[in-house]
């Protein structure tokens, strides 16, 4: 099994609005974390009484701190993107009316959203914001369609960080080196063949201690086996790499999404695809138009939906979502605000659906209720 269908199945969270990377950082491994703690808290395991504190209790509380803030501010954009995943999801195990309904339904939806977070006017202060929004894009790009895409690069690096930060956490708490104790790991397998013992874990030690014995005080030192070290030392090796790898994939993960939302082009590119699956792109002219679906009316916080949508949901889906999407902003590509007049046929993916009408409030609040 991959890691990335490892990841993907714990679904079992019930959020839907994030990536697998994420949830390797904020899930996997605090149950890896917490697995640990259970091991070296277990008396049975070292025969001996002895009640110790894991560091794991501690550090494993900070790892899904970036996943809480995401689930709670997210829907500060005017989305409930966990809902809109979950109805986005479920259409690919329905009926094909069924499928066509919802997909319509969530494209009216995002195009709704769209239209309504737009600048509706122009003066010294929007103009002020539109700067800012270029480098505060969480603060002041809500109607300049990056809000979401800006916190959510936000969380991203938040990831990356709280990782790195783990093994500075454990240097202190360990009052060690932490941070190259892997190294020192595989330095030792290379060079001596073995990894016997770590001075760091040791496993022998001396103890003193005083017993009186009626007038006169009795000074004893004894060596003392510490069997917890034994799990110890192997639990400390095993989570070095696994914070190294997903310290690894944390920072990949980051670097693809800053890539991919850095570069308008990619805006552009990543549209196109679908719109040419649905066979909505035939010539120059198409071309043109759809750079401005992607540019002016999709902007960074749309195509990041419908990039969220894909990772969590299936290519098809999307496909359907775009064409829909496109063939609304076909029909009235200067519209700014939300039409209330009934919709014309619709032919994504060159299939017609039925006249309806578009989704009223109560629609829309069932929408973001289910």
Same mark, same amino acid.
């Given at each position: 099994m991959s890691l990335y269908s490892f990841a993907s199945w714990s679904r079992i969270q019930g959020?839907?609005?994030?990536?697998?990377?994420?949830?390797?950082?904020?899930?996997? !491994?605090?149950?890896? /974390?917490? &697995?640990? !703690? +259970? /091991?070296?808290?277990?008396?049975?395991?070292?025969?001996? %009484?002895?009640?110790?504190?894991? %560091?794991?209790?501690? !550090?494993?509380?900070?790892?899904?701190?970036?996943?809480l803030i995401w689930r709670m501010l997210n829907s500060t954009g005017g989305l409930n993107m966990d809902r809109l995943v979950q109805l986005a999801e479920s259409t690919q195990?329905?009926?094909?009316?069924?499928?066509?309904?919802?997909?319509? *339904?969530?494209?009216?939806?995002?195009?709704?959203?769209?239209?309504?977070h737009r600048q509706y006017h122009y003066n010294l202060m929007v103009r002020l914001r539109q700067r800012f929004s270029n480098v505060f894009c969480f603060w002041f790009a809500k109607r300049e369609g990056k809000f979401l895409t800006g916190f959510y690069l936000f969380i991203?690096? &938040?990831?990356?960080t709280n990782v790195i930060g783990q093994f500075f956490i454990l240097n202190n708490f360990l009052s060690m080196d932490f941070s190259w104790f892997g190294y020192e790991v595989l330095y030792k397998l290379v060079k001596e063949g073995e990894f016997t013992s770590s001075p760091r874990f040791p496993r022998i030690t001396l103890c003193d201690f005083e017993i009186r014995?009626?007038?006169?005080? *009795?000074?004893?030192?004894? *060596?003392?086996?510490?069997?917890?070290? +034994?799990?110890?030392?192997?639990?400390?090796?095993f989570l070095w790499f696994w914070y190294f790898l997903v310290a690894v994939i944390a920072t990949v993960s980051y670097l693809s999404w800053l890539y991919q939302v850095l570069i308008g082009y990619?805006?552009?590119?990543?549209?196109?695809?679908?719109?040419?699956?649905?066979d909505n792109i035939r010539n120059e002219k198409d071309s043109k138009f759809a750079r401005k679906f992607a540019d002016e009316y999709l902007r960074d916080d749309g195509v990041f939906i419908l990039r969220v949508i894909a990772k969590n949901s299936s290519e098809l889906?999307?496909?359907d979502i775009v064409n829909s999407l496109w063939a609304l902003y076909r029909d009235n590509p200067h519209a700014v605000k939300p039409s209330d007049k009934?919709?014309?046929?619709?032919?994504?993916?060159?299939?017609a659906l039925a006249p309806t009408m578009e989704m009223d409030e109560d629609e829309m609040d069932t929408l973001n209720s289910r």
């Open positions: 959020s839907r609005d994030d990536d697998w990377a994420d949830r390797v950082s904020h899930l996997w !491994t605090v149950g890896v /974390l917490a &697995m640990f !703690t +259970l /091991l070296v808290s277990s008396v049975q395991y070292v025969g001996d %009484p002895i009640h110790c504190w894991c %560091p794991a209790q501690f !550090t494993g509380r900070l790892l899904p701190i970036p996943n195990l329905g009926k094909p009316e069924d499928r066509e309904k919802i997909t319509y *339904q969530v494209a009216k939806y995002l195009d709704r959203w769209l239209k309504a991203k690096a &938040m990831y990356a014995q009626l007038q006169n005080l *009795q000074r004893y030192t004894v *060596q003392c086996v510490l069997p917890i070290n +034994l799990f110890n030392e192997k639990i400390f090796i990619n805006r552009y590119r990543y549209v196109k695809k679908y719109l040419k699956i649905g889906v999307v496909t009934r919709t014309r046929e619709l032919k994504p993916n060159g299939k």
